[in-house]
T-cell receptor
Framework: LAKTTQPISMDSYEGQEVNITCSHN???????ITWYQQFPSQGPRFIIQ???TKVTNEVASLFIPADRKSSTLSLPRVSLSDTAVYYC??????????????FGTGTRLQVFP | EAQVTQNPRYLITVTGKKLTVTCSQNMNHEYMSWYRQDPGLGLRQIYY???????DKGDVPEGYKVSRKEKRNFPLILESPSPNQTSLYFC??????????????FGPGTRLTVT
């Protein structure tokens, strides 16, 4: 499974766009990229998933360059409630040998007023 | 309401006293998993189950057991808990990967302290 590297922490202010980059140099051909959000004392919550180019939903956008060795989670106009830890995961969407998942240490985003 | 429930939410126990943390989901998901979360280490997978009677080790399985006798339940068993198993535990479930889903639903967590 591909190992991921993210910044440990990031700071932002309300109303700004936040981009969190995840590095996954060893991503395999059949790997997908998934992002989760976790608030203190709660379980992680799925945000977005993608394979290549750009994916957008009502919460965030995910940008994946052609080489797929990194990805960027973009949160538009953050608010205080976006203060959380964000995890990037890389793994196969279709797995016949293992469904082991590796979360990593995540990026702690702090949004200030 | 679709959800994953865990019990107990908080537990303080002593070394060596067997305990079970229950996990139940009402979404008919095939895939279930247990994670532990420790400061600075993120979430680490303990065990997972791809369906009834099918379980496999995650990254940190030592000292834990699981069983999957029913689709909705996936209990985590600590036969002889030790202080290094003090942690925050999360159960999660999702549709099977071959149905194209990578979205996991997490329970509220169980904070375990072993003294």
């Amino acid at each position: 499974l591909a190992k991921t590297t993210q910044p440990i922490s990031m700071d932002s202010y309300e109303g700004q766009e936040v981009n969190i980059t995840c590095s996954h140099n060893n991503i395999a051909t059949n790997d997908y990229i998934t992002w989760y959000q976790q608030f203190p004392s709660q379980g992680p919550r799925f945000i977005i998933q993608g394979y290549k180019t750009k994916v957008t939903n009502e919460v965030a956008s995910l940008f994946i360059p052609a080489d797929r060795k990194s990805s960027t989670l973009s949160l538009p106009r953050v608010s205080l409630s976006d203060t959380a830890v964000y995890y990037c995961l890389v793994g196969p969407r279709l797995s016949y040998n293992t469904d082991k998942l590796i979360f990593g240490t995540g990026t702690r985003l702090q949004v200030f007023p | 309401e679709a959800q994953v429930t865990q019990n107990p939410r908080y537990l303080i126990t002593v070394t060596g006293k067997k305990l079970t943390v229950t996990c139940s989901q009402n979404m008919n998901h095939e895939y279930m998993s247990w994670y532990r979360q420790d400061p600075g280490l993120g979430l680490r997978q303990i065990y997972y189950s791809m369906n009834v009677e099918v379980t496999d080790k995650g990254d940190v399985p030592e000292g834990y057991k699981v069983s999957r006798k029913e689709k909705r339940n996936f209990p985590l068993i600590l036969e002889s808990p030790s202080p290094n198993q003090t942690s925050l535990y999360f159960c999660a479930s999702s549709l099977s990967r071959d149905r194209g889903s990578y979205e996991q639903y997490f329970g509220p967590g169980t904070r375990l302290t072993v003294t």
